[in-house]
């Protein structure tokens, strides 16, 4: 079992930057693909990034340059690092963990209770 809290959160202009968080504590954290994922109003929840259990990093192409996924194994920790927001960007964002490399929401075990991205035009 892996309890996954999100932070960071909040709302920013178009063209601004923010950085959220996921503190995982439980299991082996280290052994987990962790994923950042986000429902806009009125769509179904989509990926957005992921970083593999050692590292490697995949995005949707919809954020892929503007937005950092990165992990610290010390501190339990995975960091969504948001560039360049766009209205569209506008959303739920949930950090969640999986024991194997996911791109859609149905690959992952364990979720956050999210927290929201609102960005202004």
């Known amino acids: 079992q892996v309890q996954l809290v999100e932070s960071g959160g909040g709302l920013v202009q178009a063209g601004g930057s923010l950085r959220l968080s996921c503190a995982a504590s439980?299991?082996?954290?280290?052994?987990?693909?962790m994923g950042w994922l986000r429902q806009a109003p009125g769509k179904e929840r989509e990926f957005v990034a992921v970083i593999s259990w050692i590292g490697l990093t995949y995005y949707d192409d919809s954020v892929k340059g503007r937005f950092t996924i990165s992990r610290d194994n010390a501190k339990n920790t995975i960091y969504l690092q948001m560039g360049s927001l766009k209205a569209e960007d506008t959303a739920v964002y949930y950090c969640?963990?999986?024991?194997?490399?996911?791109?859609?929401?149905?690959?992952?075990?364990?979720w956050g209770q999210g927290t929201r991205v609102t960005v202004s035009s």
């Open positions: 969640a963990a999986s024991d194997t490399l996911g791109y859609t929401p149905s690959d992952y075990d364990y």
């Open positions: 439980g299991r082996t954290f280290s052994r987990y693909h």
